[in-house]
Nanobody
Framework: VQLVESGGGLVQAGGSLRLSCAVSGTILRANVMGWYRQAPGKQRELVAAITSGGSTNYTDSVKGRFTISRDNAKNTVYLQMNSLKPEDTAVYYC??????????????WGQGTQVTVSS
């Protein structure tokens, strides 16, 4: 199983980007899926998370600007980022709790995608 991310890049302040993360491989279902980010010299932090039922959670600094969503049929999670600020610059990592059976579950990370916001 792998988490395949896409959608990062360079954008000017005030612009938008959309990140995608797909679970590849045979699984029973994806449970909580989320996006974390890590800026240079800082700890990795949770940006947003979403349960399989659609409940969401956001860090305060992105509320009202970022939207997390998912397509359970495709085992894919998205992060729509609007009104981007230079302080959003970081490597963004996808995270997913994956269930293979009633007895076996595991957690996976994506490879990371760079988001750079210029002022």
């Amino acid at each position: 199983v792998q988490l395949v991310e896409s959608g990062g890049g360079l954008v000017q302040a005030g612009g938008s980007l959309r990140l995608s993360c797909a679970v590849s491989g045979t699984i029973l279902r994806a449970n909580v899926m989320g996006w974390y980010r890590q800026a240079p010299g800082k700890q990795r932090e949770l940006v947003a998370a979403i349960t399989s039922g659609g409940s969401t959670n956001y860090t305060d600094s992105v509320k009202g600007r970022f939207t997390i969503s998912r397509d359970n049929a495709k085992n894919t999670v998205y992060l729509q980022m609007n009104s981007l600020k230079p302080e959003d610059t970081a490597v963004y990592y996808c995270n997913a709790g994956v269930r293979f059976s009633i007895y076996h579950a595991s957690e996976y990370w994506g490879q990371g995608t760079q988001v750079t916001v210029s002022s």
